[in-house]
């Protein structure tokens, strides 16, 4: 999923991540495809390091308040990669772990700002599977929800709400439609075959009372 700058100087611009790499020389990393002509012409953001990691791959990008945009990555590690840009996507911090997300390893994850204020705060939700199936590793999938706290270094998430889908779960896909936060999702039902499930999740779901 794309996304188009909604605030500051860069308003407009539309950003697609993608990966490329891994011809074991280099590890496999991200970038984002970056047009400020809706699509005209094209220019690739620096190439974001991923330091000690062995790669990263599928990634999504969400605009924070303040305009910085997060990427977050599908690693190799026991925690979800992510890192920032406070140039509108032309250069980014390295990749580092958010230790409040364990996940799978090696699966895609999906990310979206929310329209709300969830206890005063602005909020960012996340899906993906968190692991620990009998036999394969994308199962257990959860939605969470994180309230967003500014800091001299940037934005550190509270992730603070969930909802347990759990099963079987690969990729998703979150969205909002101004009531309601809704994910589609891929779940096994067969060797070689799987379905696409959706779902809409009121608020009150996470157990979130306090609203804007």
């Not at 047009?35 to 690739?44: A, F, K, L």
């Not at 308040?65 to 997060?70: I, K």
């Not at 896909?173 to 039902?189: M, P, Q, S």
Request: hydrophobic content about 35%; some cysteine.
């Amino acid at each position: 999923v794309g996304l188009v700058i909604k605030n500051g100087e860069h308003a407009g611009r539309v950003l697609f991540p993608l990966y490329h790499g891994g011809d074991f020389s280099t590890p496999i990393s991200v970038s984002c495809l970056c047009s400020d002509d809706n699509g005209v012409t094209w220019q690739m953001s620096e190439t974001i390091s991923v330091g000690s990691f062995p790669n990263a791959t599928e990634a999504q990008l969400v605009e924070l308040p303040d305009g910085t945009l997060r990427i977050y990555s599908r690693g190799q590690g026991d925690y979800i990669l992510y890192a920032d840009s406070t140039d509108s996507g032309v250069t980014f911090t390295e990749m580092r772990e958010d230790t409040s997300l364990i996940y799978c390893r090696d699966c895609m994850v999906s990310v979206v700002a929310l329209p709300w204020k969830i206890d005063g705060k602005d909020a960012i939700a996340i899906s993906y599977p968190e692991g620990n199936k009998p036999g394969g590793k994308r199962a257990n999938g959860i939605i969470k929800i994180g309230l967003l706290n500014k800091t001299e270094s940037g934005y550190e998430v509270e992730w603070k709400y969930s909802y347990f889908i759990g099963g079987s779960y690969s990729y998703s896909c979150l969205a909002t439609n101004g009531e309601r936060i809704a994910v589609l999702y891929e779940r096994d039902v067969a060797v070689h075959t799987n379905e696409l499930v959706y779902l809409e999740l009121p608020l009150e779901a996470f157990g979130i009372i306090d609203v804007e």
